[in-house]
T-cell receptor, first 114, second 117 residues
Framework: ETGVTQTPRHLVMGMTNKKSLKCEQH?????MYWYKQSAKKPLELMFV???????ENNSVPSRFSPECPNSSHLFLHLHTLQPEDSALYLC?????????????FGQGTRLTVV | AQKITQTQPGMFVQEKEAVTLDCTYD???????LFWYKQPSSGEMIFLIY??????QNATEGRYSLNFQKARKSANLVISASQLGDSAMYFC??????????????FGDGTTLTVKP
């Protein structure tokens, strides 16, 4: 148990659906992250939030929409996804982005787009 | 730009033996953090060990130690007394705490470790 919880653990959605991934941490961390892990590819950083403000968007398509309502919660809203978006989506948190200390990851949501 | 290289796609080790997983990195920032994570088949990314660029001593955490050679820009993970439960994918990662790359982590491609009984 890392202190970072992601729900759901598995999600299957059609290309016309709208769904949301949720991430929650109660570690008192100020920075939260979304990563995408596709088969046979390294982890790709998607979004970085620091104190609830987005500080990084790595050219992610607009069909992925993050939301950080408070420092403990992070959402990833999904709509009109493509099959190639099927991947493991990992949430992480760290004390803050100005600290190179460790980031703690959730268990991930395994997303399948059909 | 940051870059992490893990040159071993797969490694095998006999149970109870030690194994070294290689990692080299590239960055122009003098301040950075290096990490190793373990990812079992369940998918969870488990933090193992951390080394700061200014740390004088090599990091150790139980059976894990990090062989940090700053001049060579390498940060190899050593697992002593391998156990069957160590079979997993291992990722080396680097994060820069400031500047334009603040908060960004770069991950290597990973090494799949298989521990043989």
């Amino acid at each position: 148990e890392t202190g970072v919880t992601q729900t759901p653990r598995h999600l299957v959605m059609g290309m016309t659906n709208k769904k949301s991934l949720k991430c929650e941490q109660h570690l008192g961390h100020n920075a939260m992250y979304w990563y995408k892990q596709s088969a046979k590819k390294p982890l790709e950083l998607m979004f970085v939030y620091s104190l609830e403000e987005r500080v990084e968007n790595n050219s992610v398509p607009s069909r992925f929409s993050p939301e950080c309502p408070n420092s403990s919660h992070l959402f990833l809203h999904l709509h009109t996804l493509q099959p190639e978006d099927s991947a493991l989506y990992l949430c992480a948190s760290s004390q803050d982005i100005g600290n190179a200390g460790e980031a703690f990851f959730g268990q991930g949501t395994r997303l399948t787009v059909v | 730009a940051q870059k992490i290289t893990q040159t071993q796609p797969g490694m095998f080790v006999q149970e109870k033996e030690a194994v070294t997983l290689d990692c080299t990195y590239d960055t122009s920032d003098p301040s950075y953090g290096l990490f190793w994570y373990k990812q079992p088949s369940s998918g969870e990314m488990i933090f193992l060990i951390y080394q700061g660029s200014y740390d004088q001593q090599n990091a150790t955490e139980g059976r894990y130690s990090l062989n940090f050679q700053k001049a060579r820009k390498s940060a190899n993970l050593v697992i002593s007394a391998s156990q069957l439960g160590d079979s997993a994918m291992y990722f080396c990662a680097m994060r820069e705490p400031r500047g334009t790359n603040a908060g960004k982590s770069t991950f290597g491609d990973g090494t799949t470790l298989t521990v043989k009984p």
